[in-house]
């Protein structure tokens, strides 16, 4: 009876301690919220970040950035929200501290977000971006519909679970350019593994949609961030890629092998990297096809 009490002790001793682990906040450094945004460099963040591609219905029509197509996972199908500036639908009424948190801690007024929003990814985007995304958010045309309701089956629907997701896999951060490489190299890797969040859906997941870092744009055969090629040094030559074939398809759509990219990758390019400068689309290259 004794040994008994002592092994229930001990399991509840444990058990408490993996509660405050798994359930402890997870937030990276501090942003600066007095800074003042703009909202024409936050439109090109618009552009930038792949808020169009994800949160723009247009087969539906349903309105710029008003909600988007759902994203079918293992999970369930996210439905990207409408992040316009109507009070009720959007999300006008949010904080810059509230949006910022949302960015850089996947922690949303709602509770914590999924990450099938990349705040793994925006969490390295700068105070000032910050700033400047919600300011130009805010100027949008505001949109009174909802987006549809995402469906998200049992128990990962409870948003509670995801305090724990993130104390396994999350760790916020600021992006810190490399000293050794070039400016450009530097750009190129903070746009794919920042605003732009190619790492995002080019590299695999594992059983619970954390992404595999040690295989890194490697391709992903599908689940959280669907199918996507490798884009890796090695899969780019393959395809007969060289740093300025692969800043004109980032423009045009158009690969070496005379193909047109179609499906996301034509919804990313349309609204996104062909309304970049051309100096991220050489940057992006740059460090994609870097050795």
């Given at each position: 009876?004794?040994?008994?009490?002592?092994?229930?002790?001990?399991?509840?001793?444990?058990?408490?301690?993996?509660?405050?682990?798994?359930?402890?906040?997870?937030?990276?450094?501090?942003?600066?919220?007095?800074?003042?945004?703009?909202?024409?460099?936050?439109?090109?963040?618009?552009?930038?970040?792949?808020c169009v591609a994800c949160h723009t219905n247009n087969a539906a029509g349903t309105?710029?950035?008003?909600?988007?197509?759902?994203?079918?996972?293992?999970?369930?199908?996210?439905?990207?929200?409408?992040?316009t500036s109507d009070p009720d639908a959007g999300i006008g009424a949010w904080t810059?501290?509230?949006?910022?948190?949302?960015?850089?801690?996947?922690?949303?007024?709602?509770?914590?977000?999924?990450?099938?929003?990349?705040?793994?990814?925006?969490?390295?985007?700068?105070?000032?971006?910050?700033?400047?995304?919600?300011?130009?958010?805010?100027?949008?045309?505001?949109?009174?519909?909802?987006?549809?309701?995402?469906?998200?089956?049992?128990?990962?629907?409870?948003?509670?679970?995801?305090?724990?997701?993130?104390?396994?896999?999350?760790?916020?951060?600021?992006?810190?350019?490399?000293?050794?490489?070039?400016?450009?190299?530097?750009?190129?890797?903070?746009?794919?593994?920042?605003?732009?969040?190619?790492?995002?859906?080019?590299?695999?997941?594992?059983?619970?949609?954390?992404?595999?870092?040690?295989?890194?744009?490697?391709?992903?055969?599908?689940?959280?961030?669907?199918?996507?090629?490798?884009?890796?040094?090695?899969?780019?030559?393959?395809?007969?890629?060289?740093?300025?074939?692969?800043?004109?398809?980032?423009?045009?759509?158009?690969?070496?092998?005379?193909?047109?990219?179609?499906?996301?990758?034509?919804?990313?390019?349309?609204?996104?990297?062909?309304?970049?400068?051309?100096?991220?689309r050489a940057a992006i290259a740059e460090y994609l096809l870097a050795e």
């Amino acid at each position: 009876m004794r040994r008994g009490l002592w092994v229930l002790g001990i399991l509840a001793v444990v058990g408490i301690g993996a509660a405050v682990y798994l359930l402890k906040p997870v937030n990276g450094p501090a942003r600066d919220l007095t800074l003042v945004g703009d909202v024409e460099r936050g439109n090109y963040l618009i552009r930038l970040a792949g808020c169009v591609a994800c949160h723009t219905n247009n087969a539906a029509g349903t309105g710029f950035l008003a909600g988007g197509f759902g994203l079918e996972t293992q999970f369930g199908t996210f439905v990207p929200p409408n992040i316009t500036s109507d009070p009720d639908a959007g999300i006008g009424a949010w904080t810059l501290a509230e949006f910022s948190d949302a960015m850089s801690n996947g922690m949303g007024p709602q509770g914590h977000l999924y990450p099938a929003f990349p705040y793994e990814n925006y969490t390295l985007m700068s105070d000032q971006e910050i700033a400047d995304l919600y300011a130009a958010l805010l100027a949008t045309e505001p949109v009174s519909t909802p987006a549809a309701e995402s469906q998200i089956t049992f128990p990962f629907n409870i948003r509670l679970l995801m305090a724990g997701w993130k104390n396994l896999f999350f760790a916020p951060a600021r992006f810190e350019p490399d000293p050794d490489r070039s400016e450009t190299y530097n750009r190129g890797k903070y746009l794919a593994y920042g605003p732009a969040h190619c790492v995002a859906c080019h590299t695999p997941r594992n059983l619970l949609g954390a992404l595999d870092w040690n295989a890194a744009l490697t391709g992903s055969p599908g689940g959280t961030g669907g199918r996507a090629p490798a884009i890796t040094r090695k899969a780019l030559l393959d395809e007969g890629y060289d740093a300025a074939t692969l800043a004109q398809t980032l423009l045009d759509g158009f690969t070496p092998g005379f193909d047109v990219l179609g499906g996301a990758m034509g919804e990313v390019i349309k609204d996104g990297t062909s309304q970049w400068t051309e100096a991220d689309r050489a940057a992006i290259a740059e460090y994609l096809l870097a050795e």
